[in-house]
T-cell receptor, first 112, second 116 residues
Framework: EAGVAQSPRYKIIEKRQSVAFWCNPI?????LYWYQQILGQGPKLLIQ????????DSQLPKDRFSAERLKGVDSTLKIQPAKLEDSAVYLC??????????FGPGTRLTVT | AQSVTQLGSHVSVSEGALVLLRCNYS??????LFWYVQYPNQGLQLLLK??????LVKGINGFEAEFKKSETSFHLTKPSAHMSDAAEYFC??????????????FGKGITLSVRP
C-alpha cells in the first residue's frame, strides 16, 4: 500500500513569510497527526484529527499555526507569519488502529 | 502526564557487538510503549511496540525490548549490530486508556553509530 505522502520535502523562507505543508494519509486511515521535530529533539505533537474533527491541538501555537483536514482525507498545516524558531521537520502521520502510526518523510523547513 | 527519558545522545558500537539503547518512562496510567527508527531524511518507522501483552517484545530487523514495570524501563536490544542499523532511535509512550489512536510522547532520541 502507498505510504503517507508529504510535500514539499524542503522549504526555505524568510521570517514573517507564510508557508503551507500538505499531507495525504494512507487510504482508510481516519486519524491524522502533525508533529514538529526540532533538530536534536523527538517529535512533538502539534495537532491530531479524527476524520475531519480536531481531537487534540493543545500544543499548536494558534496565533501563527493553523491546520485543516478537508473531507477527512488530506490535510494542510500553515504557518503565518513564520519565526526563526519554527525551523524544524514537520512530520505527518496517520493511523487506523492497533496503536501504530505510519509516518511520512517529513518537510524540512528552514526560516532565515 | 507522560514522559520518556533517553539518557545520552549518542551510542557507538562495533559491528557484531550488542546494541543496548535505554529508555525509561513516566506514566500515571498503564503505558503503551514504542520504539521507532529514523534514517537520514526519512520519516519514523515502527520497530516494535508493547501493548500490555507479553513483556518481551520482538520487532523487525532483529530488535527486541523488554517491559519492566518495576524499573519503568523499556530498553531496546539487538544481539549483533549491523552497519545498516546506524540511525536515530526514539522511544515513545502513549496511554492505555485513551485508546488505539492516542497521541505519542517521544524521547529526544539516541543516535546509533556502528563501527566496521
Amino acid at each position: 500500500e502507498a505510504g503517507v505522502a508529504q510535500s514539499p520535502r524542503y522549504k526555505i523562507i524568510e521570517k514573517r513569510q507564510s508557508v503551507a505543508f500538505w499531507c495525504n494519509p494512507i487510504s482508510g486511515h481516519a486519524t491524522l497527526y502533525w508533529y514538529q521535530q526540532i533538530l536534536g529533539q523527538g517529535p512533538k505533537l502539534l495537532i491530531q484529527f479524527q476524520n475531519n474533527g480536531v481531537v487534540d491541538d493543545s500544543q499548536l501555537p494558534k496565533d501563527r499555526f493553523s491546520a485543516e483536514r478537508l473531507k477527512g482525507v488530506d490535510s494542510t498545516l500553515k504557518i503565518q507569519p513564520a519565526k526563526l524558531e519554527d525551523s524544524a521537520v514537520y512530520l505527518c502521520a496517520s493511523s487506523f488502529s492497533h496503536y501504530e502510526q505510519y509516518f511520512g518523510p517529513g518537510t524540512r523547513l528552514t526560516v532565515t | 502526564a507522560q514522559s520518556v527519558t533517553q539518557l545520552g545522545s549518542h551510542v557507538s558500537v562495533s559491528e557484531g557487538a550488542l546494541v543496548l539503547l535505554r529508555c525509561n518512562y513516566s506514566s500515571s496510567v498503564p503505558p503503551y510503549l514504542f520504539w521507532y527508527v529514523q534514517y537520514p531524511n526519512q520519516g519514523l518507522q515502527l520497530l516494535l511496540k508493547y501493548t500490555s501483552a507479553a513483556t518481551l517484545v520482538k520487532g523487525i530487523n532483529g530488535f527486541e525490548a523488554e517491559f519492566k514495570k518495576s524499573e519503568t524501563s523499556f530498553h531496546l536490544t539487538k544481539p549483533s549490530a549491523h552497519m545498516s542499523d546506524a540511525a536515530e532511535y526514539f522511544c515513545a509512550v502513549s496511554d492505555l486508556y485513551t485508546g488505539a489512536n492516542s497521541k505519542l510522547t517521544f524521547g529526544k532520541g539516541i543516535t546509533l553509530s556502528v563501527r566496521p
